[in-house]
């Protein structure tokens, strides 16, 4: 197998070699010995920093990205993390989405005072109350008989 330096893995990765330092400490990488004083890689490394900047890139802290690999180096993904993560995105995306809107909103609200409008009167009130890109969940219903 291919082995790179620590510099080399920097240059195609695109990651500072503290960073590849950093990782490896935290179980993200291992290097597989040493050149003089250079750390040497595995050239399939570069995958594992890829899958590492797609999960930060999703939001993955860096602990929960060192769970998705096994000892063995294996990938190890709990798809119910995936599917857990992608609703948290979704509420960011419709939070975001609608902070937007609102901020379009004002910008171009004809009302002589923004406090004169009532649709930044209406956001306001739904940033107050954290309600701005989240669903309200509907009180639970009685059982019927």
């Not at 995936?82 to 995105?89: D, P, R």
């Not at 409008?117 to 059982?143: D, H």
């Amino acid at each position: 197998m291919i082995k790179l330096d620590i510099a080399e893995v920097a240059r195609q990765s695109g990651v500072p070699a503290s960073t590849l330092r950093y990782y490896e400490e935290k179980g993200l990488i291992a290097s597989t010995g040493r050149r003089g004083l250079r750390r040497l890689f595995d050239a399939d490394v570069l995958d594992r920093l890829a899958l590492v900047a797609l999960g930060r890139a999703a939001g993955f802290p860096l602990d929960e990205i060192a769970l998705m690999f096994a000892p063995d180096g294996q990938l190890r993904i709990d798809r119910q993390v995936l599917v857990a993560k992608a609703g948290e995105l979704d509420r960011t995306i419709r939070k975001l989405s609608a902070m937007r809107d609102g901020l379009r909103h004002a910008a171009a609200c004809p009302a002589p005072s923004h406090m004169e409008c009532p649709t930044f009167r209406r956001i306001l009130r739904a940033a107050s109350s954290g309600a701005i890109g989240t669903r309200r969940k509907k009180a639970p219903q009685p059982p019927s008989n």
